[in-house]
């Protein structure tokens, strides 16, 4: 006869146990669970703010479930247990018998006696229905405080930033995260997160939650007050034992039912695992103890000897966007030395405790940049006996040699996966990531060795001789640059023709794009031939805006314009009440055209001699200067001349992402040349040219390619550096991530375009001139083409134009209405 | 499916839909997306013009595609794609659009429209044509 398992609880960690119990064939298990949902990732609840949906959280499958037998009860609650007939009650009033009984039940959000705790507007941070019911509030709200400032406490801080809130974090000690970091990392963090628009409160304590019915604001002990509508409470967690307690179970005087190292408690049939067990004094508010727990619990009830120990309290989140980690000894004591790496300018902060001899690395802190982590914790956790240089290898990132981890290395802690595992599992043939990380479970609970996984995935594939998966999508088997040879050598000009020749299926919204940018690339023909495979902005060569209207931008070469163009863009503005608004690169956008106006738009610009700015297209923006020795009495070249010449020649090249550049009259680098992705700047000799600079998300800033060069002779160097780059960089690769992954960095380039080192620099060259032969300005091809125009139409069956564009009005100009029953 | 019929709405005639492409008709009040996978079988397939992401008229200049042979259209705001078949959300299980059948007839499309919307669902959502 099988015995019977029931679980209380149905959490991450009662998930875990039950699948290591699942697997032994003596047991029948049934779950209850309080939610509606089954188990979900609760660590990374705010990411329900990314989405929206609650449905990329959920961890158990309730079919997978079924299918082992497994009885699974969401929405019932368990109310008392019989331990001495080994029954319990559920909320439904029916009484189950269990042979083994297994509490999960978790923790309850600690909420401090506040005055006006219980108001309406007061949420706590704990369960999918928690944040639904705080983004329903929210929408009614403006501002809210966070009472907490630890690990939750950040978390809920993120989720109020999520839904629009100016936030507030009170704190009562007088730094962030007490247990976890320092107050150096401590401060770090606070300087992230204020620059992020949250206030911190620090040492601060709560008086009174304001309001008649509804909050309106906390007034702090300090006499400050916060004029908030929304208080998110998350001030720590107590273990949930009042049903322990109540059937006599043993429980800690603070909270927590008391387990021993088997995870049993004081009755040996009934067991607790996670947040609600007590273990030698010490209840583990993180998820991967609760998972060891889980797995010991399961082992023993299967009759193994697996021990609960206790648990190193590592850990590595990504908080309100921010890296923090704190490993082994965070703190270190009089012994050990600490290394300390603080760079106030990025934000990074490290500190690493040394062994008192510096072979070992006993623990640290890491705040901004946690990327090592994996790498770090496997040296605290096995020992590793530290180079000399122990301060360059475990500060220098990734330039330094690490040194090989070894096989028993264990990767992933949450689930115990050892490096040994997961290169098994790779050479047994799962090579895609995510189905590695299924297999292996790495990786799928904090997340926190996610990118190790992946190295390993994609150097485990290197030693075996294999190439990492770069294929463009599920049509193509091929690299985008394995793509440009095929297409260019047999001379394929429509993605159809491509699709036959090297592709299956009908393609999708990754390859048509991809391959009508190769095309244009490779021939620049007009790309409105093969409209249906572009993306809306290039198949409307427009850029399409909030509630679907699209923007003009007129090409301005340079920045240059005359006052008869300026009245011009004006005067159209005003015709078809666009809003405008002056570019970033030195051009005038005009924002809020339907579909159907944009050919009259710009055949009214083409008639005062404007092209297409191309800014809707994966292509050259813009070129923006200074007014260089012209006009600046310290200029001294004519970088306004030299940088429409640029714009003039590569306007209109299709590339694998946006290109901006910029050209700068002297060393003083007005027009910002060293953040684009190529940029000159003038010297007494020429110039100097500057290549894969970046602004956007991730800041670069760009490498000097040559010095003191003509102007023919960058504008050579360009033209191979440019198609060398359409030729080899992925599908919507900026040229500075292309150029991080380029081995040999700057002096491979240097090679290829200055020294010829590949031999390919005058086909490198042939191929701009044809691109530029071939330009045309493809308004211009529209305008006069009564085929082309009939495109622009937003309905096919009736003249009518789009009745759900609707604007509103602020500072003397349009914008876009709110959708109607919007925002879900 | 007979007396369906009465439903079929004129959305045009078949020329003025692009090959492997959407474009939108309006019938009635409705904004509807009309799609031709002309370059394996020739099948058609509509849908709302709306996305229910943010409730933009935009699914109509998306692009159509396939994933593992399931037609789908992506939205050209931000990349949400929903199945022509089922009209769900394939990369956001939150979202879903009606979807209608298509047919041709002596080269005009007709779309079944139904008075409303929860209608729809109980629909066939396919409906080959030739």
Redesign the interface.
């Known amino acids: 006869m099988k015995r019977k398992v029931i679980v209380v609880g149905h959490g991450m960690v009662a998930h875990r146990f039950i699948e290591k119990l699942s697997s032994a064939t003596d047991v029948e298990i049934t779950v209850f669970g309080e939610e509606k949902y089954p188990a979900y990732d609760r660590v990374h609840l705010s990411s329900f703010f990314d989405t929206n949906s609650h449905e990329g959280l959920l961890l158990a499958d309730p079919a997978a479930y079924a299918e082992k037998g497994i009885q699974l009860k969401t929405g019932v609650r368990v109310d008392s247990i019989d331990p001495a007939a080994r029954t319990i009650v559920d909320s439904n009033g029916t009484s189950y018998p269990y042979d083994i009984l297994v509490l999960a039940t978790g923790s309850t959000p600690f909420v401090p006696p506040l005055p006006g705790r219980q108001k309406t507007g007061v949420f706590v941070y704990r369960t999918i229905d928690d944040v639904m019911a705080m983004r329903d509030f929210s929408k009614k709200a403006t501002s809210a405080a966070v009472i907490g400032g630890g690990l939750l406490g950040l978390e809920a801080a993120k989720a109020s930033l999520d839904m629009g809130l100016k936030t507030h974090v009170i704190e009562f000690a007088p730094r962030l995260m007490p247990r976890q970091i320092d107050e150096d990392g401590s401060s770090f963090l606070c300087d992230k997160i204020k620059s992020l628009g949250i206030e911190l409160h620090l040492g601060a304590e709560v008086g009174e939650i304001h309001g008649d019915d509804s909050v309106c604001g906390v007034g702090l002990k300090s006499g400050e007050q916060l004029s908030v509508e929304m208080v998110i409470i998350s001030a720590g967690i107590r273990p949930r034992d009042d049903l322990a307690k109540s059937c006599g179970l043993t429980v800690g005087e603070r909270g927590g039912i008391a387990v021993d190292d088997s995870m049993r408690t004081s009755d040996p049939n009934i067991f607790a695992i996670g947040e609600a067990a007590l273990h030698r004094g010490f209840v583990y508010g993180l998820v991967a103890p609760g998972y060891e727990m889980a797995a010991v619990a399961a082992d023993a009830i299967v009759g193994g000897e697996r021990q609960f120990t206790g648990y190193d309290l590592s850990t590595s989140l990504k908080l309100v966007g921010v890296d923090v980690a704190s490993f082994g000894d965070p703190f270190g004591n009089k012994e050990t030395k600490p290394i300390v790496f603080a760079d106030r300018y990025s934000g990074v902060y490290k500190r690493l405790n040394l062994s008192a001899d510096g072979r070992r690395l006993l623990g640290g802190i890491l705040v901004g940049d946690a990327s090592d982590y994996g790498m770090l914790t496997q040296f605290t956790s096995a020992g590793t006996v530290l180079p000399e240089d122990a301060s360059a290898l475990l500060l220098g990132g990734k330039s330094a040699k690490m040194p090989e981890l070894a096989g028993t290395a264990e990767i992933c802690k949450c689930n115990n996966v050892s490096k040994d595992t997961i290169v098994a599992a790779v050479t047994a043939g799962c090579t895609e990531l995510g189905a590695l990380k299924k297999q292996t479970c790495a990786g799928t609970g904090c997340g926190g060795c996610s990118p190790m996984v992946s190295e390993i995935l994609n150097k485990t594939l290197k030693d075996l001789g294999q190439t990492v998966d770069m294929r463009l999508c599920e049509h193509f088997p091929h690299t985008r640059q394995e793509l440009v040879h095929i297409i260019q050598i047999r001379q394929l000009k429509s993605f159809r023709e491509v699709l036959s020749a090297c592709g299956q299926g009908v393609g999708c919204e990754i390859c048509k794009p991809a391959v009508a940018s190769i095309l244009a690339s490779s021939w620049n023909d007009l790309i409105l031939r093969d409209d249906v495979v572009q993306d809306t902005n290039d198949r409307f060569l427009a850029n399409i805006q909030k509630g679907g209207t699209y923007s003009v931008i007129p090409r301005i070469p340079g920045g240059e314009i005359t006052p008869e163009r300026l009245i011009v863009i004006g005067q159209v503005a005003k015709k078809y009440n666009l809003y405008c608004k002056i570019t970033g690169g030195q051009r005038i956008d005009l924002l809020g055209a339907r579909v159907d106006q944009l050919p009259q738009i710009w055949e009214e610009l083409i008639d005062a001699g404007f092209e297409s700015g191309h800014a809707y297209g994966k292509a050259l923006r813009t070129v923006k200067s200074c007014v260089g020795s012209t006009w600046c009495r310290f200029g001294v070249q004519d970088s306004t001349s030299f940088a429409i010449r640029i714009e003039e020649r590569y306007k209109g090249i299709r590339a694998p992402h946006k290109l901006k550049s910029a050209v700068s009259g002297c060393i003083r680098e007005c027009a910002e040349a060293q953040s684009k992705d190529f940029g000159l700047i003038a010297t007494e000799k020429g110039w100097n040219l500057y290549v894969c600079g970046n602004g956007g998300a991730r800041p670069q800033h760009a490498v000097l390619l040559a010095s003191d060069i003509s102007e023919d002779l960058a504008i050579k160097y360009l033209d191979r550096f440019i198609v060398y780059y359409i030729r080899t960089a992925e599908r919507l690769t900026r040229t500075s991530v292309w150029f991080n992954s380029l081995e040999g960095g700057i002096d491979h380039l240097r090679s290829v375009i200055i020294d010829d080192s590949l031999g390919i620099c005058a086909e490198l060259e042939q191929q701009m001139e044809l691109l530029v032969k071939n330009y045309k300005c493809e308004w211009n091809e529209v305008v006069s083409s009564p085929a082309l125009r009939a495109r622009f139409r937003p309905f096919v069956n009736t003249d009518e134009t789009d009745e759900t564009i609707r604007f509103e009005y602020e500072r003397g100009q349009k914008k876009p209405a709110e959708p109607v029953g919007a925002g879900v | 499916m007979n007396n369906a019929n009465l439903n079929w709405m004129?959305?045009?005639a078949e020329a003025?839909?692009?090959?492997?492409?959407?474009?939108?008709?309006?019938?009635g009040n409705r904004?509807i997306a009309?799609y031709r996978?002309e370059?394996?079988t020739d099948t058609w397939y509509a849908c709302d013009n709306?996305c229910p992401h943010?409730?933009?008229?935009?699914l109509g200049?998306?692009?159509?595609?396939?994933?593992?042979?399931e037609?789908?259209v992506?939205c050209?705001?931000h990349?949400k794609?929903f199945s022509l078949k089922s009209g769900n959300c394939i990369s956001?299980?939150?979202y879903s659009v009606n979807v209608y059948p298509v047919q041709l007839k002596d080269g005009s499309v007709f779309v079944m429209v139904h008075e409303t919307a929860s209608n729809a669902e109980s629909l066939p959502a396919e409906q080959k044509v030739r």
């Open positions: 004129r959305a045009g003025d839909f692009p090959r492997d492409g959407g474009v939108v008709v309006k019938l904004q009309v996978f370059n394996e709306v943010q409730n933009e008229a935009v200049r998306g692009i159509i595609g396939d994933k593992k042979g037609p789908v992506a050209p705001m990349k794609v956001d299980a939150g």
